[in-house]
C-alpha cells in the first residue's frame, strides 16, 4: 500500500485516473526484487482502480530478503526499506502469483510485460529518474512516506505491499 492512510492525518497515495495531464496522478508500477537483485513481482496497476496500492502475491521459495519499488506517474521512482524473510524448516514450494488486492480482480493488472522484459522497464525507471528528478538512486523514507511501498511478510507465506505507512 502506498501512503500512511491508516494513521491519523495520514494519507494513501492516490489512484486518480484522469485525461488532464495535471490531474492524473497514480502508482503505474509495484515491483519486488529478491536477494540476488532478481524480479519476484513486477505489476502495473490500473488508475481507475480506488486507492491504495496494493498488491499480495506468493513469496517464492528460495527467497530471504525482498526491497519493493513503486514509480508514481508524478513523484518517480521510490523504494522500501529491504524485509527479511522467515524461513521455515518445512518450506513449501510456491507460486509467485500476484493477487491484487484493490477489488481482487483481472481490472487491476495492466501489465502486458513478459517476465523477461522487466529489468529494462526497471532500468527504463532509472533512466526517467536520472532525467526528470535528477537524481540517480529511487527515493526513499527519508524523502517522504506517503510513496514508500512497505512489505508485509504474512504468516501464510503470502507478502502484502501497501504504498505508504
Avoid at 536477494?35 to 496494493?54: H, K, W, Y
Wanted: include cysteine; charged fraction near 20%; glycine fraction near 6%.
Amino acid at each position: 500500500i502506498v501512503g500512511n492512510g491508516e494513521e491519523e492525518g495520514g494519507v494513501y497515495h492516490p489512484m486518480s485516473a484522469s485525461t488532464d495531464p495535471l490531474e492524473v496522478h497514480f502508482v503505474t508500477h509495484i515491483l519486488v526484487k529478491d536477494q540476488d537483485g532478481n524480479f519476484i513481482v513486477n505489476e502495473a496497476l490500473n488508475p481507475t482502480v480506488a486507492a491504495p496500492a496494493t498488491i499480495t502475491f506468493a513469496v517464492p521459495d528460495g527467497v530471504t530478503e525482498m526491497v519493493a519499488y513503486e514509480w508514481c506517474n508524478k513523484h518517480g521512482l521510490w523504494a522500501g526499506p529491504a524485509v527479511q524473510v522467515p524461513t521455515s524448516d518445512s518450506e513449501t514450494e510456491t507460486e509467485p502469483l500476484v493477487e491484487k488486492s484493490l477489488e481482487v480482480s483481472d481490472e487491476c493488472s495492466v501489465s502486458d510485460f513478459p517476465d523477461a522484459a522487466w529489468p529494462s522497464v526497471h532500468a527504463d525507471f532509472l533512466r526517467l529518474q536520472a532525467q526528470v528528478f535528477e537524481s540517480e538512486m529511487p527515493y526513499t523514507e527519508a524523502d517522504g512516506e506517503k510513496h514508500v511501498p512497505y512489505i508485509t511478510v504474512n504468516e501464510d507465506g503470502t507478502s502484502s505491499i501497501l504504498v505508504g505507512k
